[in-house]
């Protein structure tokens, strides 16, 4: 699918591919809710020192205010960070390292994954 989008798009203007690829220095490898807790699961490489967790948290989906949260971790190779986050609804986060935006994850509370109708 990528090579169609991308060799659609090259055939009205050229493609470059200005910046290298690299991989994240901390990424979210899931994400899911279990009770009060978000769950973070987190991958590091070796370099690693530390980093922080913002978020973006609405209390219910009519809410006007938007709530930031930050949480520091620390480096590991693979960790599990646990957020309280009581029955707020929902979240949009930023993986930092060094000031540095790494990965970026999304959770809603709600069903928009289940599909109920046969």
């Given at each position: 699918l990528?090579?169609?989008i991308l060799a659609n798009l090259q055939s009205f203007i050229p493609v470059t591919q200005n910046e290298k690829h690299r991989m994240?220095?901390?990424?979210?490898a899931k994400v899911s809710r279990v009770a009060n807790h978000l769950v973070l699961k987190l991958k590091s490489d070796k370099g690693t020192i530390g980093g922080e967790i913002e978020m973006e948290e609405k209390y219910s989906e009519t809410a006007g205010n938007v709530k930031?949260?930050?949480?520091?971790?620390?480096a590991k190779a693979e960790q599990t960070v646990l957020i309280d986050i009581k029955d707020?609804?929902?979240y949009d986060g930023l993986i930092k390292v060094n000031g540095q935006i790494e990965d970026a994850f999304y959770h809603a509370d709600g069903n928009w994954g289940l599909d109920f109708d046969s």
């Amino acid at each position: 699918l990528v090579k169609d989008i991308l060799a659609n798009l090259q055939s009205f203007i050229p493609v470059t591919q200005n910046e290298k690829h690299r991989m994240p220095r901390t990424y979210a490898a899931k994400v899911s809710r279990v009770a009060n807790h978000l769950v973070l699961k987190l991958k590091s490489d070796k370099g690693t020192i530390g980093g922080e967790i913002e978020m973006e948290e609405k209390y219910s989906e009519t809410a006007g205010n938007v709530k930031q949260r930050y949480n520091p971790i620390n480096a590991k190779a693979e960790q599990t960070v646990l957020i309280d986050i009581k029955d707020a609804y929902e979240y949009d986060g930023l993986i930092k390292v060094n000031g540095q935006i790494e990965d970026a994850f999304y959770h809603a509370d709600g069903n928009w994954g289940l599909d109920f109708d046969s």
